[in-house]
């Protein structure tokens, strides 16, 4: 069996960044996140990576930009006011087709909102974010354990498909101490070769240009239907989603993160009540897996959405059941984070009370 | 016969579309020539601004990168990180540089990042059509500035130079000119350095360049290299601003 550790949130992101092979981190504090750039500088400096805290979030992003054109895997993370200003660096990125992954441990706002965890976020991670037409590949990990393996698979995702990817957290599963298992063998960075597009030096080979923009009349257009294709192929093969007790139920739960953790809790209170209720669990929330839900949406009922926000990821819900079931939803905005006991009420509420 | 003059293989051979007088294609020829004189262009990467050389990214003959307006020193910082083999050089107009990117240059000068920093000074926002930049002289029209700046409603011009003089980070600062073939020699040799000390692990090298525009100032290219010496140069007076290589000597 592989190593088993008890780690912070937080910390798990950085060994599991550090495993992916990615040796350059740029970015600047913001809490409910500071335990990222304070434990990867020291990490960083012990492998011999690139450690920078920046003067800004935009300069953050656009150190990441120059170092994934550079072809090496480049991560930020910050939180949710701080990932309002890498957009316009994010719009860039997905322009000009180049892997990064950052990382949003959301908190309440807006504005300057609060520093207690929230998804309030989560129409800016997966309906684009800034401005022009793109789309972010988003994971949504709900433990310590998901915090430790989804930087390797949001860069995998990231290279084959050329396109930023985003893992969404919040404070609660950030500062949260869980066992993690090393899962696999870390990745030598110099094992990884160099992407097509990187630029290194035109030694021997024609030089290569990363670039967002094309002035000549209908390029751009024809660039974006480009990039059409490959959402397309990213939203056919790459829907990622946990499903628990759903076979039976008569009401299902769809809730990501910190509220798929209180949800799970829900349904077990409601299952050891003969309540036949499931939890659909959302991993990839773009692209959204539209597809279980199509299907669950034919003999299902009652769905309920519970976000901890005024009500985001439910619009997602509505589009993939096409009005087929009824769509209830529990919301928490500001910072709020429900309990399980205040999920079981609702649940009750839908079914018609307790047997 | 024997060819004296041409086209360095450090520019791409492509037509360039800088307005007739404009400083931009000076600059371009001076650091296409220097890409092959120091023998870097296969080692290159260069980052084009927003602004009327974002074309920058066709012209020069290397690697280029064009990231969003103002953060050239940000891209650059992550390239040179990521890559300390490559020579990473980012051309900035005064708009990027000097209003959008001024925290990137200011902490990139402050952190003595070691990359070469050709700012293009030119005292307008030429691309968008002739708007007031962070450069803008007292009393110059621009066309939001219509009177004339008026230093009391639109504050003074930024001098990048002076700015960045006041850090402890900077290797190399120095303001040159495009406008008489006597500058261009002298902007040469300062870009020659800018890229040398970058070659030597020196730290940070910015050139500013005093540059026509004569499109956006409303005036013959004749005229504006007149203006360069006769107005420009009063206010962003030439010369070495930083030097550590002769403070070391
Ligand atoms: C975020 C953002 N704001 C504004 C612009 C519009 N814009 C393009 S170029 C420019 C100014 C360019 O002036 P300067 O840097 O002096 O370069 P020049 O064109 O004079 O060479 C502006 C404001 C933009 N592209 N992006
Ligand atoms: S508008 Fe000014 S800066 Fe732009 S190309 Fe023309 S002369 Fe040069």
Redesign the pocket.
């Given at each position: 069996m592989s190593e088993k550790k008890l780690m912070y949130g937080n910390h798990a992101i950085v060994e599991g960044v550090i495993a992916a092979g990615c040796r350059f981190f740029a970015g600047y504090p913001i809490t409910p996140q500071n335990e990222i750039p304070e434990f990867m500088s020291i990490r960083m400096n012990e492998i011999g990576g690139v450690f920078i805290q920046t003067e800004s979030e935009i300069a953050a992003i656009n150190m990441l930009f120059g170092a994934a054109a550079a072809g090496k895997r480049a991560m930020t993370s910050s939180s949710s006011p701080g990932i309002s200003l890498m957009q316009?660096g994010i719009s860039y990125i997905a322009g000009a087709d180049i892997p990064v992954l950052v990382v949003n441990v959301i908190r309440g706002g807006p504005g300057l909102g609060n520093i207690a965890p929230a998804q309030s976020d989560y129409y800016q991670a997966t309906k684009g974010g800034g401005h022009g037409d793109y789309f972010t590949i988003t994971l949504a990990p709900n433990s310590a354990q998901e915090l430790y393996e989804f930087p390797k698979l949001a860069f995998e995702l990231a290279e084959k498909y050329r396109n930023p990817a985003l893992i969404l957290a919040d404070g609660l599963l950030g500062q949260m101490m869980e066992p993690v298992e090393f899962t696999y063998k870390p990745i030598d960075p110099d094992t990884l070769s160099e992407p097509s597009y990187a630029l290194s030096g035109c030694k021997g080979r024609d030089r290569r240009v990363v670039r967002s923009y094309d002035l000549k009349p209908g390029k751009l257009e024809e660039m974006n239907w480009q990039r059409l294709k490959k959402y397309q192929k990213i939203q056919e093969t790459e829907q990622r989603f946990e499903a628990t007790d759903c076979e039976d139920a008569d009401l299902i739960i769809i809730a990501y993160g910190t509220c798929a953790r209180v949800c799970d809790a829900a349904i077990r209170m409601a299952r050891s009540d003969g309540h036949k209720v499931g939890l659909l669990r959302p991993i990839t929330l773009w692209p959204f897996p539209n597809n279980v839900l199509a299907g669950m949406s034919k003999t299902v009922r009652n769905f309920l959405v519970v976000e901890m926000n005024m009500g985001q990821m439910i619009d997602d819900v509505k589009l993939a059941t096409e009005c087929r079931s009824k769509i209830h939803f529990h919301g928490r905005p500001g910072g709020g984070v429900p309990t399980p006991p205040e999920i079981y009420e609702k649940i009750q509420a839908i079914l018609g009370g307790a047997r | 016969m024997k060819q004296l003059f041409g086209r360095p293989n450090g520019l791409t051979d492509v037509l360039q579309r800088y307005c007739p007088g404009c400083g931009?294609g000076i600059v371009h020829r001076i650091i296409g020539d220097l890409l092959i004189k120091l023998n870097i262009r296969e080692c290159t990467v260069g980052i084009a601004?927003?602004?009327?050389?974002?074309f920058a990214d066709e012209y020069f003959n290397c690697d280029m990168i064009q990231p969003?307006?103002?953060r050239g020193p940000a891209v650059s910082t992550g390239i040179k990180r990521a890559r300390p083999d490559c020579i990473v050089f980012s051309y900035?107009?005064?708009?990027?540089?000097a209003?959008?990117g001024t925290a990137e240059i200011v902490h990139a000068a402050a952190r003595n990042e070691n990359i070469t920093i050709v700012f293009?000074n030119?005292a307008?926002?030429?691309?968008?059509g002739g708007?007031l930049?962070p450069t803008t002289l007292p009393g110059m029209k621009s066309t939001t500035s219509v009177q004339g700046r008026d230093i009391k409603k639109q504050g003074y011009p930024i001098k990048v130079c002076e700015l960045l003089a006041g850090l402890d980070g900077p290797y190399y600062l120095v303001r040159t000119a495009v406008n008489t073939p006597k500058n261009v020699i002298n902007t040469e040799k300062a870009l020659k350095n800018a890229f040398v000390n970058q070659i030597e692990n020196k730290g940070f090298s910015m050139v500013e360049i005093l540059s026509m525009?004569p499109t956006?100032w409303g005036m013959t290219p004749v005229q504006s290299k007149k203006w360069v010496d006769d107005t420009m140069m009063k206010y962003y007076p030439l010369g070495e601003y930083r030097n550590r290589a002769k403070e070391e000597k």
């Amino acid at each position: 069996m592989s190593e088993k550790k008890l780690m912070y949130g937080n910390h798990a992101i950085v060994e599991g960044v550090i495993a992916a092979g990615c040796r350059f981190f740029a970015g600047y504090p913001i809490t409910p996140q500071n335990e990222i750039p304070e434990f990867m500088s020291i990490r960083m400096n012990e492998i011999g990576g690139v450690f920078i805290q920046t003067e800004s979030e935009i300069a953050a992003i656009n150190m990441l930009f120059g170092a994934a054109a550079a072809g090496k895997r480049a991560m930020t993370s910050s939180s949710s006011p701080g990932i309002s200003l890498m957009q316009e660096g994010i719009s860039y990125i997905a322009g000009a087709d180049i892997p990064v992954l950052v990382v949003n441990v959301i908190r309440g706002g807006p504005g300057l909102g609060n520093i207690a965890p929230a998804q309030s976020d989560y129409y800016q991670a997966t309906k684009g974010g800034g401005h022009g037409d793109y789309f972010t590949i988003t994971l949504a990990p709900n433990s310590a354990q998901e915090l430790y393996e989804f930087p390797k698979l949001a860069f995998e995702l990231a290279e084959k498909y050329r396109n930023p990817a985003l893992i969404l957290a919040d404070g609660l599963l950030g500062q949260m101490m869980e066992p993690v298992e090393f899962t696999y063998k870390p990745i030598d960075p110099d094992t990884l070769s160099e992407p097509s597009y990187a630029l290194s030096g035109c030694k021997g080979r024609d030089r290569r240009v990363v670039r967002s923009y094309d002035l000549k009349p209908g390029k751009l257009e024809e660039m974006n239907w480009q990039r059409l294709k490959k959402y397309q192929k990213i939203q056919e093969t790459e829907q990622r989603f946990e499903a628990t007790d759903c076979e039976d139920a008569d009401l299902i739960i769809i809730a990501y993160g910190t509220c798929a953790r209180v949800c799970d809790a829900a349904i077990r209170m409601a299952r050891s009540d003969g309540h036949k209720v499931g939890l659909l669990r959302p991993i990839t929330l773009w692209p959204f897996p539209n597809n279980v839900l199509a299907g669950m949406s034919k003999t299902v009922r009652n769905f309920l959405v519970v976000e901890m926000n005024m009500g985001q990821m439910i619009d997602d819900v509505k589009l993939a059941t096409e009005c087929r079931s009824k769509i209830h939803f529990h919301g928490r905005p500001g910072g709020g984070v429900p309990t399980p006991p205040e999920i079981y009420e609702k649940i009750q509420a839908i079914l018609g009370g307790a047997r | 016969m024997k060819q004296l003059f041409g086209r360095p293989n450090g520019l791409t051979d492509v037509l360039q579309r800088y307005c007739p007088g404009c400083g931009h294609g000076i600059v371009h020829r001076i650091i296409g020539d220097l890409l092959i004189k120091l023998n870097i262009r296969e080692c290159t990467v260069g980052i084009a601004p927003v602004g009327c050389s974002v074309f920058a990214d066709e012209y020069f003959n290397c690697d280029m990168i064009q990231p969003p307006h103002g953060r050239g020193p940000a891209v650059s910082t992550g390239i040179k990180r990521a890559r300390p083999d490559c020579i990473v050089f980012s051309y900035q107009g005064d708009g990027d540089l000097a209003a959008i990117g001024t925290a990137e240059i200011v902490h990139a000068a402050a952190r003595n990042e070691n990359i070469t920093i050709v700012f293009i000074n030119n005292a307008i926002f030429g691309m968008t059509g002739g708007q007031l930049a962070p450069t803008t002289l007292p009393g110059m029209k621009s066309t939001t500035s219509v009177q004339g700046r008026d230093i009391k409603k639109q504050g003074y011009p930024i001098k990048v130079c002076e700015l960045l003089a006041g850090l402890d980070g900077p290797y190399y600062l120095v303001r040159t000119a495009v406008n008489t073939p006597k500058n261009v020699i002298n902007t040469e040799k300062a870009l020659k350095n800018a890229f040398v000390n970058q070659i030597e692990n020196k730290g940070f090298s910015m050139v500013e360049i005093l540059s026509m525009c004569p499109t956006n100032w409303g005036m013959t290219p004749v005229q504006s290299k007149k203006w360069v010496d006769d107005t420009m140069m009063k206010y962003y007076p030439l010369g070495e601003y930083r030097n550590r290589a002769k403070e070391e000597k």
